[in-house]
């Protein structure tokens, strides 16, 4: 890929997400927001694409997109009630908020100027789904065993909360 | 070197994590403050899957490190908006300051 075009894409796709990102935290409207959550969830695959992690691409799209993004839709079809489009969304505290998130990326740019990173230049995996799918089965294998055990607790924890009370 | 490095990633990743923090702390709906921590979780992924290309492109622990996150991202997601909609049930709230059963 040419420079110019690489450069393009990266630019294109990071004002996508900022954007999308801004719109989640500000509308009114919270369905709104989730679709723009899913818009960001998207051009956030496409971040993964340009940096050659097709497989966490793949991924991202059908578990925050596919999963995450309509999971929270369910929840603010189910909670419409309350989620009035008239209803003020941000709380007293959200000016300082503004001022402290804004001082917080400031610090991590500063922080980001001052710091060497050990860069290598050596070529990518070039396989890299396979590579990964080795990896999760020789060196993470435990903590794989282990996502699937937190997986399952969330699972039944979450129909145990959301379940309807059975009147005794 | 490309055109675009490894500074680029992490400029975007910080300022998405700035505007998932924003919506933590200042939304008052609670799927909204669910939604803003997604955002921060994607943001740290970017970081992590940028490290990962850059500094160490012959191995992919930055890569695996995002599918643990991913995994609990997705786990957290499903509890969190099942303790809302029972929040929802039995309160018939859905707003944070609204809610302080727990607070005195």
Known sequence: MSETLQQLAFYTDAAMIVFAALMVVTLRNIFHCALFLALGFFGIAGIFVMLHAEFLAGVQVMIYVGAIAVLVLFAIMLTRGVTGQDMKQTNKQSPVAGAIALLFVVFLLKLMAGARFATSTVAPVKDSTAFLGQLLVTRYVLPFEVASIVLLMAMVGALLLAKEKEDE | ?104
């Not at chain 2, 992590?48 to 930055?62: I, K, T, W, Y």
């Open chain 2, 1 to 104: 070197m490309e055109a675009i490095g490894l500074n680029h990633y992490l400029v975007l990743s910080a300022i998405l994590f700035g505007i998932g923090l924003y919506g933590v702390a200042a939304r008052r709906n609670a799927i909204g403050v669910l939604m803003s921590i997604e955002l921060m979780l994607n943001a740290v992924n970017i970081n992590m899957v940028a490290f990962s290309r850059f500094c160490a492109p012959d191995q992919l622990h930055g890569q695996v490190f995002t599918i643990f996150v991913i995994t609990v991202a997705a786990a957290e997601a499903a509890v969190g908006l099942a303790l809302v909609i029972s929040m929802y049930r039995n309160l018939n709230k859905i707003n944070f300051d609204e809610v302080n059963l727990l607070k005195w």
